[in-house]
């Protein structure tokens, strides 16, 4: 409050500025080591995993895989004629023909065919012509990292030139299984099915193109997209951080050419046998044989214009992986995920590493500001707050494909409201605490933190400032309350000088002291405002507007209406804490605040609500129309003071 306060109060400004760079800085830099840690990346990928759950990727119906499985009921219902797994080969041509006559846009085989069957190979030639008339079929390729029979020279070359795509960003395998030959010439395309794990052993990427042995092949679900789209596996292009499918897809992948996949609800799965004893039926020209009901009943047109995936699903017979989405997966899942994500951009593209640094410096800043800005509970509040926005953002860009890596930015949030709080509760100190909780049970927010703003104690002092003082009183309180019981007065009571206080502060006044059944406030201090009288005169409206609506809920009950009077002075007071060391308030006094209270007692000889004297009016910025009472004579002045009633229905809210 003393005239050398902001000379002091800009070092200090500086010094709470540098501690929130510095304890912010220190948040960030410890929160980026942390996120280079596995259990930290441990933590990323298990955030990102329950996005996948709160988000899943949104698949229209027509573009929708359909998985043909040889799972548990195909297994049930044809192991006995078809012994057990591996079954023979001529299982396949009935179902490649019946999905080419249903219209099936493009069939894949998630099943490996290395060798031929030695022991039937009419079964082998049937498979392979089969192959071969559909026009439509793609077939697996295995990247490993065990060394074995080198492919001949013949294969390679027929892969590289039919199917092999020109990138530099691929991991690389020292060993490739493919399609025994024949097989291999009469299919019409070829990818792989390798699908790395994360850390974590979740499956959650797959490699857009693998090299092995020389050769360079796409993802099976690239080359079904291929296919599917009318492009020729000479037409995928690498670029820096992108392989690009014709001129359609752009895949966002990692330095190690891996794309992150977005999972969508689970697939649409028929069982093998169905559509094998469909495929039979439709080839004799017979009803199919459903075995006694256990097999689904297919059609047609469940496969028009679908993209097919065959696959091993039965237990015990295929790997299990685990998915963001859920643990014991089949791996064809993985296949027509990706393939989906292709068809419809699903892939998640990370944001920026930079942003990430800069949202976890802006979290670890926030607490720091939050807590010397609010109370403790409060501030912590907008913390979390702070990092629900920012989860909940995350959530929002996930469903376009992007991703912020949350964890490092949260940690950041968490480290940064540890060191806050440690560094405001060293820089407040114990007395300041006991200050602020003792002088706000009977001083405003404002004035409590006015006054520890100022020193940092509490002195015995004031300043000559020019202000606007207004006493307000309920007219008729007295009778009232001698004809209601004591907790009826009291309810009263405090209903209306809660109203009114809301209003004061809602203003920006200081709340001086309740007197009774009225109250006393200033506009001016501790805070310099320009428009101290107008904010008076606004206030004393509201309180008169408040007081009607008040009146109609007391009128209900039973209760007669009340009355305010209101009086409104401006002019110097000397304003402080004024009082001893063990009991003190923050106050104004002087012949201001007395004129004040003595215009207000006019009110009754008036019959008026509201009277502001012409000192008001003259510091008024924005003019009011008045009725003037003209000059009075009040108690404790030898000169009489011009008074003025606003016309109430004139005055603009604030």
């Not at 799972?71 to 023979?88: F, M, N, R, V």
């Not at 606004?538 to 305010?564: C, H």
Request: charged letters at 20%; proline letters at 6%; aromatic letters at 6%.
């Amino acid at each position: 409050m003393a005239h050398g306060q902001p000379h002091r109060a800009a070092p200090r400004l500086a010094g709470v500025r540098g501690e929130l760079i510095l304890v912010s800085s220190v948040a960030t830099t410890l929160a980026v080591l942390a996120s280079l840690s596995a259990p930290m990346q441990r933590v990323e990928l298990m955030l990102q995993d329950s996005a996948q759950r709160l988000a899943p990727l949104e698949v229209p119906d027509s573009s929708r895989v359909v998985i043909v499985a040889i799972d548990d009921i195909s297994y049930s219902a044809d192991s006995y004629e078809l012994g057990k797994w591996p079954w023979p080969r001529k299982v396949y041509p009935p179902v490649i023909d019946y999905l080419v006559e249903a219209g099936a846009s493009v069939i894949g085989f998630d099943l490996y065919f290395p060798v031929e069957a030695t022991a039937s190979p009419e079964d082998d030639r049937l498979f392979v012509r089969s192959v071969a008339l559909a026009g439509n079929t793609c077939h697996s390729v295995a990247a490993l990292a065990l060394i074995g029979v080198i492919t001949p020279d013949s294969i390679r070359e027929s892969i590289g030139a039919r199917f092999g795509v020109s990138c530099e960003e691929a991991q690389s395998y020292p060993r490739l299984i493919t399609p025994f030959p024949a097989l291999l010439e009469a299919c019409d395309c070829l990818g792989h099915v390798n699908v790395p794990r994360d850390m974590d052993g979740v499956a959650r990427r797959v490699p857009l193109v693998v090299r092995a042995e020389g050769m360079t092949v796409p993802a099976l679900s690239a080359a079904m997209y291929l296919w599917h789209r009318g492009y020729s596996p000479s037409e995928v292009r690498c670029a820096r951080g992108e392989v690009i499918l014709g001129e359609g897809a752009r895949i966002p992948v990692d330095r190690s050419g891996r794309a992150l996949l977005r999972f969508s609800k689970p697939h649409h799965v028929v069982p093998f046998s169905s559509v094998l004893h469909a495929g039979l039926a439709h080839a004799q020209g017979v009803e199919p044989d459903w075995r006694g009901g256990t097999l689904p009943r297919v059609s047609p047109d469940m496969f028009q214009d679908r993209i097919v995936l065959i696959a091993l699903t039965a237990s015990g017979l295929y790997d299990l992986v685990s998915t963001p989405l859920g643990k014991s997966v089949p791996g064809v899942e993985i296949q027509a995920t990706a393939l989906e994500n292709i068809v419809v951009g699903g892939f998640v593209r990370p944001v920026w590493q930079g942003f990430a640094f800069a949202l976890t410096f802006l979290l670890a800043l926030l607490p720091g500001v939050a807590l010397r800005r609010a109370p403790t509970a409060v501030g912590l509040g907008v913390s979390a707050a702070g990092g629900l926005l920012s989860a909940g953002t995350d959530l929002f860009l996930l469903h376009h494909g992007r991703w912020i890596a949350l964890a490092m930015p949260l940690a950041g949030l968490a480290l940064g409201t540890a060191g806050h709080l440690v560094a405001l509760y060293l820089s407040e100190g114990r007395e300041k605490r006991r200050y602020r909780l003792t002088f706000s049970r009977y001083v405003s927010k404002q004035v409590v933190e006015e006054l520890l703003r100022d020193t940092g104690e509490v002195k015995l002092k004031g300043e000559q400032r020019e202000i606007t003082v207004m006493f307000c009183d309920i007219r008729g309180f007295t009778t009232l309350s001698e004809t209601k019981s004591p907790e009826e007065v009291v309810a009263l009571l405090d209903e209306f000088l809660s109203a009114m206080v809301e209003i004061v502060f809602t203003h920006g006044g200081t709340l001086d002291k309740f007197l009774g059944d009225g109250m006393m406030v200033f506009y001016g201090a501790p805070g310099s405002v320009p428009d101290h009288a107008d904010r008076a005169v606004r206030t004393g409206m509201a309180m008169i507007r408040r007081l009607e609506a008040l009146n109609r809920e007391w009128s209900a009950r039973g209760w007669k209406p009340l009355r305010l009077g209101i009086g409104i002075n401006t002019g110097p007071a000397v304003v402080g804490s004024i009082g001893s060391k063990e009991r003190m308030e923050y106050t104004a006094i002087g012949d201001t605040v007395n004129t004040a209270s003595r215009v207000q007692a006019l009110n009754k000889e008036l019959g008026t609500f509201m009277l502001v004297t012409k000192a008001t009016v003259d510091r008024l910025q924005v003019k009011l129309p008045m009725v003037s009472h003209g000059s009075r004579l009040i108690r404790g002045r030898q000169q009489e003071v011009e008074v003025f009633e606003p016309v109430l229905t004139e005055v603009p809210d604030a």
